[in-house]
């Protein structure tokens, strides 16, 4: 046949196809695998059909490449490529089916910490789990048929029966099949067909894809992980690069940690309160607390509070996170968002306590060292975990959650206190889902109290469990302020990060996870309550901290300045603090106040839209 453009296009068509048919045992069984998986583990839990095409096409690739290999070295990318495939599938069916887990950085280091005794024990304990052998009813059909075909049993089994068949039809008039040589021509054009469409439309969601991986990978910091939203890692490999990388990036960050705590020191100590408690909120929007001019009574207890005199309620204090993760590491370190470096180059104030003669407990009802820990709370708390770290900072932590947060005191009872004491209590607050941070018979509001009509019932409704979760807050904080009433102590209470609840025009609930969020958007996640309670007997004995905290109390700073605040309350005299940071001292000097690491200025973002709540604009409840 001579050559002609037309015969040069039908054969580039056909390479294109090529690997299709030439490379269908490898085709056939990777895509048998990821339906064994997401069939069992779910993931990825939306955008399926987006996913789906960045499948096909990794899986088309990797026939292509494997296509054009030498025939040698094919058959060993093939057998590498597959014992990783069944591998990670199955170790993650077995997870998910066993302990409900994914390939996560926890998963990761715990398999690095287990000794060899402990590998003996689990593995006789994993042959004895029905959710062993439920992978295995998974996984031995599918290799034992791939085996079948690879090694050539299955075409010699369908040689044998078609000589049998065609034995048996000896006797019976042949009818000529005119189609037996333009079939598989057919279906070669029919692969090449689909293969160029499935390119067509599937390589921009493709490219989308791998461009949010490159951005993962090239991150050197594990405070940049949650810019790229999990859903990316769709696969068990690419759920493995994912926990690989965490758990590189945060054992660099942890070991730059230890070696500033290592050295930290506290030269003195001033007499003071007795203990100080810390509460830490969760996803609280200001502008739905009575305490802030909302005008549903979603605080009456701490509303009652202030009005005693007890309560401080500070009204420009903002998070440079609106995540959890981050904003942890802001508030915990000394390092500040407004100069150089990063969370790891300061000192976490729980150690400066220690070393100045109190104890430190830590209850959390979020994350804590847990098996079922997933990348999200990893990136949180991985610092927290650390043996290390963990010794330093904390004399008390607790290994189970409380039922709700309004029992979480009941997680300090196996606590010892000492002299001077250092309480930090972790709430689960206003985290979605709403409706399941209050028990049902603590709905107070319910979605006909909201003139909304640019809002459906359902939105309404979202609201309503919003604000319900806020007035159940209240009675959360004022149970604690009861549990440490009698004392001689000052208890401090703020939010990691605010949320959205249809506000001001923002037509959606929870966070904007962006780099450039609107005015709307800081006000509502990055403006966070803040209010200190101070204890009759505090009040008592220390008037004059007890009139800089009244004083203070409309003084602009950024919560990731905590640690100079408590330090100062505390008389700790360490180079770690700056009085010009902490609100309290004459001494204190309002600075920029940076977000998301020097991305955004607050004061200039919002100076223009002081405005009221959208919820706010209708009678009280």
């Not at 932590?397 to 972790?426: A, C």
């Not at 359902?458 to 807050?473: E, F, M, S, V």
């Not at 204890?535 to 901290?545: A, C, G, K, L």
């Amino acid at each position: 046949m001579s050559f002609t453009p037309a015969h040069f296009g039908q054969q580039f068509l056909l390479r294109i196809g090529r690997p299709l048919w030439r490379q269908a045992p490898l085709v056939v069984f990777m895509a048998l695998l990821a339906i064994a998986s997401v069939a069992v583990v779910h993931r990825p839990h939306s955008q399926m059909g987006h996913y789906l095409l960045c499948w096909a096409i990794d899986l088309y690739f990797l026939a292509l490449l494997v296509d054009n290999l030498p025939r040698r070295f094919a058959r060993w990318v093939e057998v590498v490529v597959f014992a990783v495939a069944y591998g990670l599938s199955a170790v993650e069916v077995f997870l998910f089916l066993r302990f409900n887990l994914l390939l996560s950085p926890t998963v990761l280091t715990l398999l690095s910490e287990t000794s060899a005794d402990e590998s003996s024990e689990f593995l006789s304990g994993m042959v004895r789990s029905n959710a062993f052998w439920q992978t295995v009813a998974i996984y031995l059909p599918i290799l034992g048929t791939h085996l079948a075909v690879v090694s050539g049993i299955w075409r010699r089994a369908l040689a044998l029966w078609r000589k049998r068949r065609d034995k048996a039809g000896e006797n019976s008039p042949k009818t000529p099949d005119r189609h037996a040589n333009s079939s598989p021509r057919a279906l070669q054009w029919g692969a090449t067909a689909a293969m160029c469409a499935l390119l067509l439309v599937g390589v921009p969601h493709w490219w989308g894809e791998k461009q949010a991986l490159w951005r993962f990978v090239a991150n050197t910091q594990s405070r940049y992980a949650e810019k790229v939203p999990e859903i990316h890692f769709f696969a068990p490999h690419y759920r493995l690069l994912h926990a690989t990388h965490l758990v590189r990036m945060s054992r660099g960050e942890v070991e730059r940690l230890k070696n500033v705590m290592d050295t930290a020191r506290v030269d003195s100590v001033a007499p003071g309160t007795t203990d100080i408690v810390v509460v830490i909120g969760e996803s609280y929007n200001k502008h739905h607390a009575g305490l802030y001019g909302y005008r549903k009574r979603t605080t009456p207890q701490l509303d009652r509070l202030r009005k005693k005199g007890e309560l401080t309620v500070f009204d420009d204090v903002v998070t440079p996170w609106n995540l959890t993760s981050n904003a942890f590491k802001s508030f915990l370190s000394t390092h500040s968002a407004d100069t150089l470096g990063t969370w790891a180059d300061g000192v976490l104030f729980p150690l400066l306590f220690r070393r100045a003669g109190f104890k430190v407990a830590f209850v959390t009802n979020q994350f804590y060292k847990s098996l079922s820990q997933g990348s999200i709370d990893f990136n949180g708390s991985f610092f927290l975990n650390d043996p290390h770290l963990d010794s330093l900072c904390f004399d008390f932590r607790n290994t189970f959650r409380s039922r709700d947060d309004r029992s979480i005191t009941q997680l300090l009872k196996d606590y010892t206190p000492g002299r001077r004491n250092l309480y930090l209590l972790h709430l689960w607050g206003q985290h979605m889902e709403y409706d399941r941070r209050y028990p049902s018979k603590f709905a107070y509001f319910h979605p006909e109290d909201y003139d909304r009509p640019d809002l459906d019932a359902l939105q309404r409704q979202i609201i309503a469990h919003y604000d319900n979760a806020t007035r159940y807050n209240d009675g959360v904080v004022a149970d604690i302020v009861r549990h440490f009433r009698r004392r001689d102590v000052l208890l401090i209470y703020f939010a990691d990060h605010g949320e959205e609840v249809y506000d001001d025009g923002v037509n959606r609930y929870g966070r904007v996870h962006s780099d450039t969020p609107s005015a709307e958007v800081i006000r509502h996640e990055y403006e966070v309550p803040f209010v200190i309670w101070a204890s009759p007997t505090f009040q008592r004995r220390h008037p004059e901290v007890a009139a800089r905290i009244r004083a203070a109390r409309h003084r602009p700073f950024s919560h990731d300045d905590l640690p100079h605040l408590l330090l100062g309350l505390a008389g700790i005299d360490t180079p770690h603090y700056d009085r010009t940071r902490d609100p309290l001292t004459d001494e204190f000097v309002v600075r920029k106040r940076w977000l998301r690491e020097g991305k955004i200025n607050y004061d200039n973002s919002t100076r223009l839209t002081k405005k009221t709540c959208s919820t706010n604009t209708i009678p009280a409840h």
